[in-house]
C-alpha cells in the first residue's frame, strides 16, 4: 500500500492532510521531540508544535512525562477500534483496509511503556474508553461504581464487550455497588440478564451504607478510570473523568477498592436481607417504644466497650450527654466514638476526648452502636431537627440484634475504619490561615510581616461586608487585565482555590504540610493555569511554622509571578513547571480535584511529594470575605471570594488520608489582584532568603 491510500485513509477518519503527513511521519520513527520533528520533515517548528497538540486532542498521538516531551503513535489498533465503534457509517470501508494498514504501521518499533494522564469527558468517550479497558484486561476488572451509571453502561453495551472477551473465563470480574429501594428492581433485572449468560462475576454491596468514592475501573493492576463528578450531581450533564497508567496512583486506587470489596457483603444476600427488612435472620425492626427503653439500658449496662457511629449531630448529643460518658469512665468501660467532625462540632469534639476516644469518619455511615461486642443497634435515619435535645439517634426502624456472628462481623468492620480514622486535631485550618478564606500560604491573622511568616492579613472585610452576587458579578463581567512589566503593574487572577492542611500518619514520611491548589480561569492577566503552592511544618529561627517549600504549575507566563509572590522563600527558590498532561484541576459545583504525575522535590532534601491526589468537598453555606495580603516582597494582594468549609481527602501511595471538615476551605469564586511595589529588583527573589534552619530534621516529631 502506498503513502497516498494511507493519507487519504486517515484523512477520512478525521485528520487533516497535514496532521496525517505528521502522524505517517511518526508512526515510522521512534520517540521524537517535536523540534526534531520539524527538522526532519523541514516544517515551521510552531506549526509542528500546534498539528500534535490537534492530534493529542483527537487521540492519535501520545506525549511522554519527560520535558521536553517526545511524542509517538498511539496504538493504532485502538483507533481502528474507536473509529468502528464512533462512526458506523465508515464500518465497511475500515474493514477493507485494515490488514494492510495495521501492517505498514507494525514496521515502527516497539517503545517503553509511558505514564500518561488524561481528562476524559462526554459519556460517548468514556464508555468507549471503559470498553477499551475490558478488551485489554487479561487477568483482573475490578468495578466500584453506582446502579445508575451499571444501567447506563449497559445502554453503552460495555456489558457486551465483556461477554465476547475472548478470555473470558481466565478473568476475574469483581463489581462493588450499592443499592437503594429506588433501583433495587433494576439491579435485580440486571444480575438476571447477566446470569443467563453464565458470565463469571462477583458482585458485592458497600457495608455500612458507605457511598462509594471513588467510582472507578481498575484493569490488572495497569490502568484505572475514575469519575470526577460529583455523586449527587443532578444536573444531567455529561460526565468527567481521568485516566493513567501511572503506577503509583493505579496502586493507590486499588488499594482502596480492596479496602472497599473486604468489607463488603455478597450481592444476592443483600438483596434478601434488604427484601426482608433484616440485616441477618436474626435481626428484627424495633418500634420506637421499645428502641427508647432497650437502648438506654443496654448502653447503661455495658462492662467492657461501647462503639458509636453516629452522625456530626449526634457527636454533639453526645456530648451533652456527659454525666453517662462519666459513669463509664468510671466503670473502666471503653468509649469510642466516630462521626463527620465539621466546624460545628469540633469544639464538642474537643471536650469528648478528655473522657472518651473521638475520631473523623466521613459522612453517609449508618449509625451504629455495638455494646460489649453482644448487642447492635443500627439507626435506618439520621436524627431530625425536630427531635428533643435528649434523643442521640432517630429511633424510627432501628434494627436490634444479639446474633453473635453477624455482631462480630460487624465489630470487625466498624474497627477496621476504626484503625483508618484520623483523630481531630485542634490545630485546624482556621487556626493556620485565620477565619478568611484561602490564601497563598498559612498566614495566621496575628502575623507580623517577617522572614518566617512572609505574608501579613490587613484591610479584611468580615462576613456581611460584600455579598456573593457582587463577587460573582465582577466574574461575570470581568475583562482580561493585561500587563507589560509584571514588576510595575498591576495583574488580576481569577479562580477557584483551595487549602487543604493535612496531618499525615509517621508512615507517609512526610511532615505536617498545608496545599493549596488553584485553578486559574484564561480571563486571568496570565492566562489559565492548573498550580499548587506546597508548604511543610519545618523549624525556623523563630520556631516551628509552615514554610512555602515549593510552588508547581503548568503555564509558563505565570513563573515569574508565582517566583515574585514568594521572594523570600524557599519557594520563590523552587518554583517548578509540569506539562498539562502532568498536573490536572477539576472544579465541579462544590468539591474541587487536583491530581499529579510527577514526584514535586521538596524543602528540604529528601523531601519528596509523590504523585498523588487531593479532594476537597466544600459543605455548608457560602461565606463572603474581603482581605488584602502584604508579602514581604513589596507586593499586595486584594483579594474577594465566596468560600465553603471542605472535607479533604489526600491520597498518595502510601496511604489514604481523610480529614475531618475543619481541615479545608474552598473558594469557588475567587478574585485576586497583584499590586507590585514601587521599585523592585529582580522581584528580591534572588538576594532575600527565609532562614530555615538546614539541619536534619527528625521525622518522628512531625
Excluded at 517577617?450 to 463577587?471: F, H, Q, W
Amino acid at each position: 500500500m502506498d503513502e497516498e491510500t494511507i493519507i487519504n485513509i486517515l484523512k477520512s477518519s478525521g485528520l487533516t492532510e497535514k496532521e496525517a503527513e505528521v502522524y505517517l511521519f511518526l508512526s515510522q520513527h521512534d520517540l521524537r521531540k517535536g523540534a526534531e520533528i520539524a527538522q526532519l520533515i523541514r516544517k515551521d517548528k510552531a506549526q509542528i508544535y500546534r498539528i500534535l497538540r490537534r492530534l493529542q486532542a483527537k487521540g492519535f498521538v501520545e506525549a511522554t512525562l519527560e520535558f521536553p516531551s517526545r511524542f509517538t503513535v498511539a496504538p493504532f489498533e485502538n483507533i481502528i477500534e474507536s473509529l468502528v465503534k464512533v462512526k458506523q457509517e465508515e464500518v465497511a470501508f475500515i474493514k477493507e483496509v485494515k490488514k494492510d494498514l495495521l501492517d505498514y504501521l507494525s514496521k515502527k518499533h516497539s517503545v517503553e511503556t509511558l505514564e500518561k494522564f488524561k481528562v476524559i469527558k462526554g459519556n460517548k468517550r468514556i464508555y468507549s474508553k471503559i470498553a477499551q479497558i475490558i478488551k485489554d484486561t487479561k487477568q483482573q476488572l475490578s468495578i466500584a461504581i453506582t446502579v445508575p451509571y451499571l444501567m447506563r453502561g449497559d445502554r453503552f453495551g460495555v456489558f457486551e464487550v465483556a461477554f465476547n472477551h475472548p478470555l473470558d473465563s481466565l478473568i476475574e470480574y469483581r463489581l462493588l455497588t450499592e443499592f437503594s429501594e429506588q433501583n433495587l428492581n433494576a439491579l435485580k433485572i440486571l444480575i438476571k440478564s447477566v446470569s443467563g449468560t453464565g458470565f463469571n462475576i462477583k458482585t458485592r454491596n458497600t457495608d455500612l451504607g458507605s457511598s462509594l468514592f471513588p467510582r472507578m475501573i481498575a484493569r490488572d493492576n495497569e490502568e484505572i478510570l475514575f469519575f470526577t463528578t460529583p455523586r449527587m450531581d443532578k444536573t444531567g450533564n455529561d460526565d468527567v473523568c481521568i485516566w493513567t497508567n501511572c503506577k503509583s496512583l493505579v496502586q493507590t486506587f486499588t488499594a482502596v477498592f480492596e479496602d472497599l470489596w473486604c468489607n463488603s457483603t455478597g450481592i444476592e444476600k443483600k438483596i434478601i436481607e434488604f427484601e426482608t427488612g433484616k440485616p441477618t435472620p436474626k435481626t428484627y425492626v424495633m418500634t420506637e417504644a421499645e428502641t427508647t427503653q432497650n437502648y438506654y439500658k443496654t448502653l447503661q449496662s455495658a462492662e467492657k466497650e461501647i462503639l458509636v457511629m453516629t452522625s456530626s449531630k449526634g457527636l454533639i448529643e453526645y456530648w451533652k450527654k456527659g454525666p453517662l460518658i462519666e459513669t463509664w469512665k468510671n466503670r473502666g468501660v471503653r468509649v469510642k466514638i466516630m462521626a463527620p467532625i465539621v466546624r460545628e462540632n469540633s469544639e464538642a469534639a474537643q471536650q469528648l476526648q478528655k473522657t472518651c476516644a473521638v475520631r473523623h469518619v466521613p459522612e453517609n455511615y449508618i449509625i451504629t452502636t455495638i455494646v460489649d461486642g453482644k448487642h447492635l443497634f443500627q439507626f435506618k435515619t439520621p436524627p431530625t431537627e425536630q427531635e428533643t435535645p435528649d434523643s442521640i439517634p432517630n429511633f424510627k426502624n432501628t434494627f436490634y440484634t444479639n446474633e453473635r456472628d453477624y455482631v462480630e462481623k460487624m465489630k470487625n468492620t466498624i474497627t477496621g475504619i476504626w484503625k483508618n480514622a484520623h483523630v481531630p486535631s485542634a490545630v485546624t485550618l482556621d487556626a493556620i490561615i485565620g477565619s478568611y478564606g484561602p490564601v497563598l500560604g498559612p498566614v495566621p491573622e496575628n502575623a507580623t510581616l517577617s522572614k518566617t511568616n512572609s505574608v501579613k492579613i490587613a484591610d479584611v472585610k468580615p462576613l456581611g461586608t460584600i455579598t456573593e452576587k457582587e463577587v460573582l458579578n465582577k466574574i461575570i463581567h470581568s475583562e482580561k487585565l493585561l500587563v507589560k512589566d509584571p514588576s510595575k503593574d498591576a495583574s488580576r487572577m481569577y479562580a477557584s482555590i483551595s487549602a487543604a492542611v493535612i496531618h499525615p500518619p509517621n508512615h507517609f514520611n512526610l511532615p505536617k504540610m498545608v496545599i493549596v491548589v488553584n485553578k486559574i480561569d484564561k480571563k486571568s492577566t496570565f492566562g489559565a493555569e492548573d498550580a499548587l503552592n506546597i508548604f511543610l511544618w519545618l523549624e525556623s529561627s523563630t520556631g516551628y511554622t509552615y514554610v512555602p517549600v515549593a510552588t508547581v504549575g503548568d503555564n509558563p507566563q505565570a513563573q515569574l509571578r508565582r517566583k515574585a509572590l514568594f521572594a523570600g522563600t524557599p519557594a520563590g527558590q523552587n518554583v517548578q513547571l509540569v506539562r498539562k498532561d502532568e498536573l490536572q484541576v477539576l472544579v465541579h459545583s462544590n468539591t474541587m480535584f487536583a491530581g499529579w504525575t510527577v514526584h514535586i522535590p521538596l524543602y528540604p532534601a529528601p523531601y519528596v511529594l509523590p504523585p498523588a491526589c487531593l479532594l476537597i468537598e466544600g459543605y455548608g453555606n457560602v461565606k463572603t470575605c474581603g482581605f488584602t495580603m502584604l508579602h514581604s516582597s513589596g507586593f499586595k494582594s486584594r483579594i474577594e471570594e465566596n468560600c465553603f468549609d471542605a472535607f479533604v481527602t489526600f491520597m498518595h501511595p502510601s496511604s489514604k488520608y481523610s480529614g475531618p471538615g475543619t481541615d479545608g476551605v474552598f473558594a469557588r469564586d475567587y478574585i485576586m489582584t497583584n499590586i507590585p511595589p514601587k521599585s523592585c529588583k529582580k522581584f528580591r527573589a534572588e538576594s532575600a532568603s527565609l532562614d530555615v534552619s538546614r539541619k536534619e530534621i527528625d521525622r518522628t516529631n512531625f
